[in-house]
């Protein structure tokens, strides 16, 4: 009888143990968050236009104040759309900054 050597185990967390399980890098899809920021701008509105047809049934029941939600959360997403589109502004300069020394630090050492 041969001695035979114990099979090669194949599941994934002996290959993870292994290191042979490589995950590849993955960007994110949105740097700037302002498309994530009018995505919910336009939900609050759409829940501002559907509350304004039941005003009445609100205000008869109390809950008129309902109203008063997504008005606030229109109001803070346009304070949140303009700071994600200073901050990616700022990100912008100082990408171009970095471009602009990586370009002169290359053209200063090939002379």
């Known amino acids: 009888m041969a001695d035979s050597k114990p099979a090669k185990r194949t599941d994934p967390t002996s290959s993870l143990a292994r290191g042979e399980i490589m995950h ?13 920021v009018l995505t919910g701008i336009t939900g609050w509105v759409i829940a501002l236009v559907v509350l304004l047809f039941f005003r009445d049934d ?9 109203l008063w939600v997504p008005v606030t959360g229109i109001a803070l997403g346009l ?9 990616w502004a700022a990100i912008q300069r100082e990408h171009a900054a970095e471009a602009a020394a990586a370009q002169a ?4 050492s090939s002379s």
Do not use: A
Request: charged share 25%; aromatic share 12%.
């Open 58 to 66: 609100l205000r008869r029941s109390g809950y008129g104040w309902w």
């Open 24 to 36: 590849p890098e993955v960007k994110p899809l949105d740097l700037s968050g302002i498309s994530s």
């Open 105 to 108: 630090s290359e053209g200063s």
């Open 79 to 87: 304070i949140g759309l303009l700071y994600c589109r200073r901050r």
